[in-house]
């Protein structure tokens, strides 16, 4: 991860970033209705709040993210919210002390903001993190070919694929009308 990488999420989490809305989606709303409570795994979790709404569900749940100061907020919410969550800080792309089998790894908008060279290594982490037929539930929008910004782009598509299997895609928009989509990924064993 690039020193400028770090800078930006560490300045954005001075204050509360646009994409902290406290309020998890209704798209693991509708997964936890789906699917029975086992475990999971949120990478890039920020302050908690899906990690802490898949406690509340019943899930036994570790959240991952880089900057402390965005795990100090997780860890208070989880106290206030009465769930226990295993918080840890580190690298989604090399984890270490995280070991699964997962029934879900959750990404709310993580791996399209990784690097180009870090993304293979979360992708390979996926085959390691994932039980036999868990399910990916990620969130991602589109690199836009004018723009420097993150996103995904075809070869990220075709590097899930080598390791998963494609279950659902929901094409929409972010907040800023560009490109996203929601994609459900089972394990293949």
């Not at 690039?2 to 994409?19: A, C, E, G, I, V």
């Not at 406290?22 to 949120?42: H, K, N, T, V």
């Not at 991952?64 to 208070?76: K, N, T």
């Amino acid at each position: 991860m690039s020193l400028l990488t770090r800078l930006f999420f560490q300045f954005k989490y001075l204050q509360k970033p646009r994409w902290d809305t406290g309020i998890s989606p209704p798209e693991l709303l509708e997964f936890i209705q789906q699917y029975p409570p086992g475990r999971a795994i949120d990478l890039g979790c920020g302050t908690g709040t899906n990690a802490i709404t898949l406690a509340k569900n019943g899930w036994q749940v570790t959240g991952v993210d880089f900057i402390g100061r965005a795990l100090q907020a997780a860890r208070e919410k989880a106290r206030q919210a009465g769930v226990e969550v295993d918080f840890r800080q580190g690298n989604v792309a090399h984890l270490q002390g995280v070991s699964g089998p997962f029934d879900l790894v959750f990404d709310l908008g993580c791996f399209h903001s990784l690097s180009a060279t870090d993304r293979p290594a979360y992708v390979e982490n996926l085959g390691h993190l994932l039980a036999v037929h868990g399910i990916y539930l990620m969130y991602a929008f589109f690199k836009q070919t004018s723009s420097n910004r993150a996103g995904l782009v075809d070869k990220d598509l075709d590097l899930l694929a080598s390791r998963l299997e494609l279950v659902r895609r929901q094409d929409g928009e972010d907040s800023r009308g560009l490109p996203s989509a929601w994609f459900t990924y089972r394990n293949r064993s």
